[in-house]
């Protein structure tokens, strides 16, 4: 079997499941673990621009792609092309170990997918009880950029027990954040990404220094990795153990 993935967590998955260099034959530039397998895929573009031509030449059996980080447009190409395609639509860390056996079907790693799955499942059981409090994942810094509460990465944290709002909902579920709507918006806990932006200690402080000057409160800060929000597949569980580990009361 031949396989494109144009997700970088997918693109992870599919080795875990135990694919190798040899099925999986394009990759985007942000497919970046495991570092020494994909060093021996080739890169087709990136998640929003692949080359279609380059596509076209790797011959794809199934090409996998997520619905959020890629184009539409291309998804129509790779059907009209008669390629096979697997599209991710992960809204929630349970919503997982479902996707992990789709893709096991899919890519003939059936057991491969079980076993993952169910570790994801075992992991999510483990979930802490509700906080009450209101927490919000920023993703960006110029300008300031958050994942809402109907993102993977928002449904990471309110899997933490916090209540992540739903911002703009009628937006793509990253919106733009300033000081003041954050205060109205109740948030008492931020956490600060390594990915897209790797927000910095004083980053943070800059932040919690200017609610508190539009009249907030003082912001809990939490510095987090940002793989850890974004990466869903087999990369979950390890996301899940790791904001427990950090995240604890």
């Known amino acids: 079997m031949r396989i494109v993935s144009l997700v970088p967590s997918l693109t992870l998955t ?36 692949p080359t279609l031509s380059k596509i076209m030449a790797a011959q794809p059996d199934l090409v996998v792609m997520d619905r959020d980080e890629n184009p539409k447009a291309v998804h129509d190409w790779c059907i009209e092309q008669g390629f096979d395609v697997f599209v991710c639509h992960v809204k929630h860390p349970d919503e997982v170990p479902s996707m992990l056996r789709q893709l096991g079907q899919a890519v003939s790693r059936i057991e491969q997918a079980e076993c993952l ?4 499942e075992d992991t999510l059981r483990k979930a802490p009880a509700s ?16 994942a809402n509460g109907a993102t ?16 703009e909902p009628n937006g793509t579920g990253y919106p733009e954040v300033t000081p003041k709507s954050l205060i109205e918006h109740g948030v008492q806990h931020v956490f600060l990404t390594t990915e897209p932006h790797d ?15 539009a009249g907030g409160i003082g912001l809990s800060l939490h510095h987090i990795d940002g793989e850890a929000l974004t990466w869903m597949g087999s990369y979950t569980a390890k996301a899940l153990h790791h904001l427990l580990e950090h995240h604890r009361p």
Request: proline letters at 7%.
């Open 131 to 146: 906080k009450g409090e209101v927490a919000l994942p920023l993703i960006w810094h110029d300008p300031l950029m958050a």
């Open 117 to 120: 799955a169910a570790e994801i």
């Open 199 to 213: 927000f910095s200690v004083e980053e943070g402080l800059a932040l919690q220094q200017a609610v508190l000057e």
């Open 152 to 167: 993977y990465a928002g449904n990471m944290i309110s899997w933490l027990g916090y209540a992540v709002p739903v911002i």
């Open 14 to 49: 599919l080795f875990d499941l135990g694919l190798d260099a040899t099925q999986i034959v394009g990759r985007t530039p942000w497919c970046i673990h495991p570092k020494q397998q994909v060093a021996d895929v080739p890169v087709v573009g990136g998640t929003k621009t």
